[in-house]
């Protein structure tokens, strides 16, 4: 695993060197700085892999800081249990389809993310997962391909961003490499390579990587 984790952190190294090169470039055009934590408001769904080095962070906290988010976090699956009563550990969401998600995460939830500080900075910001990374400018490969078209709406005022060439980066590929290595990832802790398993940031901070049977789960099912 120790391999996985280091590709891993090479590869969210890229997409935050693509950021700070963005905001180097058009410093004027982009109001990200730290504190600001306008995007970091509803829930959001990461792969199991970015919940486990999310959890690594995580728990390296001290424990009255952690005992008050895991609260938060037991509050937020007892309002999913509401939708989705069969909810349980270890949280994987993809036994329903992706369309069903969307209850458990709405548009207009401005909930606060349960991993921000009172200072509005991240927690864990040093294992945040790659979508918060990727959050507030939009995604245009090196190619011209536009991955992803939307952005901060405090960011970009005053231009159009899909016109800026210095925000490119190759995200084909590292988007392939992400796949790749989750991969890798479930084929080492479940015994079996899988393309896709997703949950949700308060449910990845309540999961027993180490204490549950993940093979056994693959073996049955994974539900």
Not at 23 to 46: L, V
């Amino acid at each position: 695993m120790e391999e996985i984790l280091e590709r891993n952190k090479e590869l969210l190294s890229q997409v935050d060197a693509w950021f700070s090169r963005c905001m180097e470039a058009y410093p004027q055009h982009i109001a990200c700085q730290s504190g600001c934590s306008a995007c970091c408001r509803s829930t959001f769904d990461i792969t199991l892999m970015d919940a486990y080095y999310l959890k690594l962070g995580f728990d390296a906290l001290p424990v009255p800081v952690k005992d008050a988010v895991l609260a938060k976090c037991r509050e937020r699956l007892a309002l999913m249990r509401e939708h989705w009563p069969e909810l349980d550990h270890p949280f994987v969401l993809n036994y329903r389809p992706e369309e069903d998600w969307e209850i458990l995460m709405p548009d207009e939830d401005e909930t606060p993310c349960v991993l921000l500080g009172v200072d509005g900075r991240c927690l864990v910001y040093q294992n945040r997962p790659m979508t918060c990374r990727l959050h507030g400018i939009p995604l245009v490969d090196t190619e011209g391909e536009v991955m992803h078209d939307e952005w901060c709406t405090m960011n970009f005022t005053e231009v159009d961003p899909l016109a800026l060439s210095g925000l490119t980066a190759p995200f084909d590929a590292i988007l392939r490499e992400e796949v790749a290595l989750f991969r890798d990832f479930t084929g080492q802790m479940l015994g079996r390579r899988m393309s896709e398993l997703d949950t949700l940031i308060p449910l990845a901070l309540l999961i027993d990587f180490d204490g549950f049977d993940w093979k056994r789960w693959a073996k049955e099912g994974g539900e």
